[in-house]
């Protein structure tokens, strides 16, 4: 499956940001989806996590509470909600599809998008 990221942008601390991610691909739905981030100078880490039917999700503590994921599966598509953003929040922001159910780890997210920037001033 193929991945495009896209929705990112400059938000003020506060402000709401919903990024998307669009797949190719008919087995989609047969994937969990992951969103990642990566912030200047620091490790891309685990933000948040869907299961295939959308039953299920898991969350970084960093985000609980602010941050949802949803899916849309005959629009191929895997959305993160981001609200009360904080300028901690800034990262390049990548989705990633997985075999297994709602992974946390990278090494078992098997296709990459190529990323959204996502700024967040104070």
């Known amino acids: 499956v193929q991945l495009q990221a896209s929705g990112g942008g400059l938000v003020q601390a506060g402000d709401s940001l919903r990024v998307s991610c669009a797949a190719s691909g008919r087995t989609f739905s047969s994937y969990s989806m992951g969103w990642f981030r990566q912030a200047p100078g620091k490790e891309r880490e685990f933000v948040a996590t869907?299961?295939?039917?959308?039953?299920?999700?898991r969350y970084a503590d960093s985000v609980k509470g602010r941050f949802t994921i949803s899916r849309d599966n005959a629009k191929t598509t895997v959305y993160l909600q981001m609200n009360s953003l904080k300028p901690e929040d800034t990262a390049v922001y990548y989705c990633?599809?997985?075999?297994?159910?709602?992974?946390?780890?990278?090494?078992?997210?098997?296709?990459w998008g190529q990323g959204t920037e996502v700024t967040v001033s104070s």
């Open positions: 990633a599809a997985g075999r297994t159910r709602m992974p946390i780890v990278e090494n078992e997210y098997v296709s």
């Open positions: 869907i299961s295939w039917s959308a039953s299920g999700s």
